[in-house]
C-alpha cells in the first residue's frame, strides 16, 4: 500500500460512528494528520499508545511523536516509511442511545397483591472523556473492524445498565410499597439515581454518562386488566358497602354457576352452590334490613316518649313495645297511629 502524505477521516453523515481505525497503517516521517472538529485522533504504535492528537492539522515529527527517533536513518530523503495505527475517536456527546429491557421485571404488586411483569424504556447520552483509557479498556477487548457504532457500544454496556435499572425499580416498589401503576411519578428520581449509580461505572472506561432517562416503566395489558379488575371491585365495595358487596358477588357467582354447562355434574355443582349462596345472600339481606331500621324513631303509646324503633320496652315508663292491646282487645303495633279493629286512635 502507498503512503499517505495526508491522513484524515471526515466521520459519517449520520454521526453514528464511536471509533474509527484508519484503513491506512504506512506512514512517513513528515505525513499530515488532520483532526476535525469533535475528533481525537490516537496515534498506536507497536500495540502501545503513543501520543493523542486534538482537533487541529499536525504534522508527524519527532517533536510530537518521541518515537520516530528510533527509526532508523532516512533513506528516503527525510520521508521515512513507518507503519503504525491511527484511531479517529467521536468526541462529541451522543444524547440518544436508546436502551429497554429485554425481559420484564417479576414480583409481586405490594398493594394489590398480584404478581405483575414490570417493563421500561428510554435513553441516555455519553461522551468520551479520555480517549486512551476508552482504547486500553474497551476498545481493545471488541472485535475491532474499521468501524464501532455508538449502537454497537451501548450493546457492550447493556449488561451492566439493565441490571441496574431492574434493581432500582424493583427496589423502589417493594420498600415504599407502592403500585406498579403509581411508579410514573417517580420517574425522574429514579432517572437522577441511576444516573448516580452508573457514571463511577462509566468513568473507568473513559466515558462520561452525560444523562440518563427514564422514559416509560408500564405492565403487559394482561397485567394491566388485572389490576383494572381489582380497582374497579374495590371501588364498587367503597361505594355500596361490605354487605351489599358481598351480595352483589353472590348473584354473580350464583349466575355464573347457573350458566354452567358442562353436563350434569356442573348441575349439581351449580345448584349446591345456589342453595350455599342463597343462604349467604339471605344472611346479608338480614342484615341489611336491621341496619336500615335499627336507627328509626317511634314514640310510646303510654307515655309518647321517643324511642328506638326496635326497643321491647319503654326506657322512660317500662311499657312492653311487643304485646300492646288496644281498648277493645286487639293487638297492635307501636308504629300504628289507629287500631285497625275499632279505629281508636293510639
Known sequence: MSILDVVKF?????????????????????????????????FVKGGQISDIFNTGTHVLSTENLPILRRIANLPTGGKTPFSAEIFY????????????????????????????RVRSFGQCGIKVKNSALLLQNVIGSLELSELISFNYLSNYFKGILITKVKTLIAKTIIENQISALEIATELENLSEKI?????????QYGLSLVNFYINSIN????????LT?????KASF??????????KRSFDVYEGAANNTNG???????????LAMGMEMRNSMEKIKYENTSGLKTKCPNCQSEIQNDSKFCPNCGTNQLNLKCKCGAVINPNMKFCAECGTKI
Open 264 to 274: 350434569s355434574a356442573g348441575l349439581m355443582m351449580g345448584g349446591g352452590l345456589g
Open 219 to 226: 405492565i403487559p395489558e394482561e397485567d394491566l386488566s388485572k
Open 195 to 203: 444516573t448516580e449509580l452508573l457514571s463511577p461505572f462509566f468513568e
Open 10 to 42: 471526515d466521520g459519517l453523515a449520520n454521526g453514528n460512528w464511536f471509533v474509527y481505525k484508519h484503513y491506512q497503517e504506512d506512514l512517513a516521517y513528515g505525513s499530515t494528520l488532520i483532526v476535525a472538529e469533535g475528533q481525537n485522533a490516537v
Open 229 to 233: 379488575k381489582i380497582l374497579e371491585d
Open 238 to 247: 367503597d361505594i355500596i358497602g361490605d354487605q351489599r358487596y358481598i351480595m
Open 89 to 116: 475517536v467521536n468526541t462529541t456527546t451522543k444524547m440518544d442511545l436508546p436502551w429497554g429491557l429485554g425481559d420484564p421485571i417479576q414480583l409481586i404488586d405490594p398493594k394489590y397483591g398480584v404478581r405483575i
